[in-house]
């Protein structure tokens, strides 16, 4: 079988030599894209050889009765034919939503997350490849923007992101637009599941991939999604430098302070002086930082709160506490930030 562009682009993109000897998940949902990304995968695979097998997740909803099982059913088919080893996970969106108070589309995220992470740690993978594409990039930018965002928010879904300390998640086709996946497909004579949800207007996203950007793709073309892109991508390197100069100063701010747990309470402490006269920008990422890698939500924390507590920094007042989402108390005793909060 001839290598197709499809191919040559996500071999180019996720060089096969950096992967053919690991295990890798496909997160397989069973439509278009996540079907090209199993095929295109196991193409590669079969030309480059290598110790890793490739094995296809698919979790299971069962959001909408017999056609979420049809789906399940078809995808360990295809899998069956093509001999990849290959696990259906069932979720549970409704207690996800309740446990967590989401809608039932962030709930089913947040499920799909955690239980394809659980079964690739469980099958010794090493990175789990999601399915997204280019037009999912800038669905998601366009999303962002609308909702409200930051710089980081703006640079898009990384191609990258660590899971758990042995485990990544890989997007490959990030470059692939859903016309080179399509024609792909068409050529291989591959057929895939049509999810009936993503034509629901009802959501908000399918509403801005089915009405707005049509509507703004028929006044100025392509030129739309390129301009989206090219912010993307410059906003990736200004969030990248600037992360880079904040774990600096960050490492001068916590030097000799690492966070200590007692009685149930957590106690973080930075020392201003390390941060004080740096710009504010420095400072909220820095913080931001601290704030993330001690298991902190970072969901309710948006930037009024960052902007707070940078200033908190920049204008110390040992009577001044300020408490924060997610119970975290922050006062400055003696030229330090000290950030409290109980865990369980
Ligand atoms: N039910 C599923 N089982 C396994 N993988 C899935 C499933 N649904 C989605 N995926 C994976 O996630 C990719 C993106 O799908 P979709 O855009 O619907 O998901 P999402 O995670 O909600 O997206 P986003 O992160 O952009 O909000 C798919 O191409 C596929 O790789």
Same mark, same amino acid.
């Given at each position: 079988m001839n290598p197709t562009a499809l191919v040559q682009k996500i071999g180019s993109s996720w060089p096969p030599a950096t992967w053919k000897d690991v295990n890798i998940g496909? &997160? @397989? *949902? =069973? =439509?278009a894209d996540s079907v090209a990304l199993l095929r295109s995968l196991e193409e590669i695979k079969q030309s480059n050889g290598g110790s890793g097998e490739l094995f296809a997740l698919h979790v299971n909803h069962h959001l909408r009765g017999e056609a979420s099982d049809g789906e399940q059913h078809w995808c360990e088919e295809l899998c069956r034919k093509l001999e990849i080893p290959f696990e259906a996970l069932q979720g549970d969106v409704a207690r996800r &939503? #309740?446990? !967590?108070?989401?809608g039932i589309e962030a709930a089913a995220r947040h499920e799909r997350y955690a239980l394809l992470t659980q079964a690739a740690e469980r099958c010794g993978i090493r990175y789990l490849a999601f399915a997204h594409t280019q037009n999912d990039q800038v669905e998601t930018i366009l999303f962002r923007l609308l909702r409200g965002t930051g710089i980081r928010g703006i640079a898009g879904m990384s191609r990258v992101r660590g899971l758990t300390p042995t485990l990544s998640l890989i997007r490959p086709m990030l470059s692939c637009t859903r016309n080179e996946i399509l024609a792909y497909l068409s050529e291989r004579e591959q057929s895939f599941c049509n999810d009936q949800s993503n034509t629901d207007s009802q959501f908000v996203r399918? #509403? @801005?991939?089915? !009405? /707005? /950007?049509?509507l703004l793709r028929s006044n100025y073309d392509e030129k739309v999604d390129r301009a989206i892109l090219r912010l993307s991508e410059q906003a990736l390197e200004i969030q990248s430098f600037l992360e880079a100069e904040a774990r600096k100063l960050l490492s001068h701010s916590l030097r000799g302070s690492p966070a200590d747990a007692q009685n149930g309470t957590t106690r973080l402490k930075l020392n201003i002086a390390a941060l004080a006269n740096r710009p504010e920008i420095l400072? #909220? !990422?820095a913080l931001r930082i601290a704030w993330r890698e001690s298991g902190l939500a970072e969901q309710e924390m948006n930037f009024d709160w960052w902007c707070k507590l940078a200033d908190l920094v920049l204008s110390p &007042? *040992?009577?001044r506490v300020l408490n924060l989402p997610g119970n975290v108390r922050a006062q400055v005793i003696e030229n #330090? @930030?000290? @950030?409290e909060w109980q865990h369980s």
């Amino acid at each position: 079988m001839n290598p197709t562009a499809l191919v040559q682009k996500i071999g180019s993109s996720w060089p096969p030599a950096t992967w053919k000897d690991v295990n890798i998940g496909i &997160a @397989l *949902s =069973g =439509g278009a894209d996540s079907v090209a990304l199993l095929r295109s995968l196991e193409e590669i695979k079969q030309s480059n050889g290598g110790s890793g097998e490739l094995f296809a997740l698919h979790v299971n909803h069962h959001l909408r009765g017999e056609a979420s099982d049809g789906e399940q059913h078809w995808c360990e088919e295809l899998c069956r034919k093509l001999e990849i080893p290959f696990e259906a996970l069932q979720g549970d969106v409704a207690r996800r &939503a #309740r446990k !967590e108070g989401d809608g039932i589309e962030a709930a089913a995220r947040h499920e799909r997350y955690a239980l394809l992470t659980q079964a690739a740690e469980r099958c010794g993978i090493r990175y789990l490849a999601f399915a997204h594409t280019q037009n999912d990039q800038v669905e998601t930018i366009l999303f962002r923007l609308l909702r409200g965002t930051g710089i980081r928010g703006i640079a898009g879904m990384s191609r990258v992101r660590g899971l758990t300390p042995t485990l990544s998640l890989i997007r490959p086709m990030l470059s692939c637009t859903r016309n080179e996946i399509l024609a792909y497909l068409s050529e291989r004579e591959q057929s895939f599941c049509n999810d009936q949800s993503n034509t629901d207007s009802q959501f908000v996203r399918n #509403r @801005l991939r089915n !009405e /707005l /950007l049509p509507l703004l793709r028929s006044n100025y073309d392509e030129k739309v999604d390129r301009a989206i892109l090219r912010l993307s991508e410059q906003a990736l390197e200004i969030q990248s430098f600037l992360e880079a100069e904040a774990r600096k100063l960050l490492s001068h701010s916590l030097r000799g302070s690492p966070a200590d747990a007692q009685n149930g309470t957590t106690r973080l402490k930075l020392n201003i002086a390390a941060l004080a006269n740096r710009p504010e920008i420095l400072i #909220r !990422e820095a913080l931001r930082i601290a704030w993330r890698e001690s298991g902190l939500a970072e969901q309710e924390m948006n930037f009024d709160w960052w902007c707070k507590l940078a200033d908190l920094v920049l204008s110390p &007042a *040992s009577n001044r506490v300020l408490n924060l989402p997610g119970n975290v108390r922050a006062q400055v005793i003696e030229n #330090r @930030l000290h @950030l409290e909060w109980q865990h369980s």
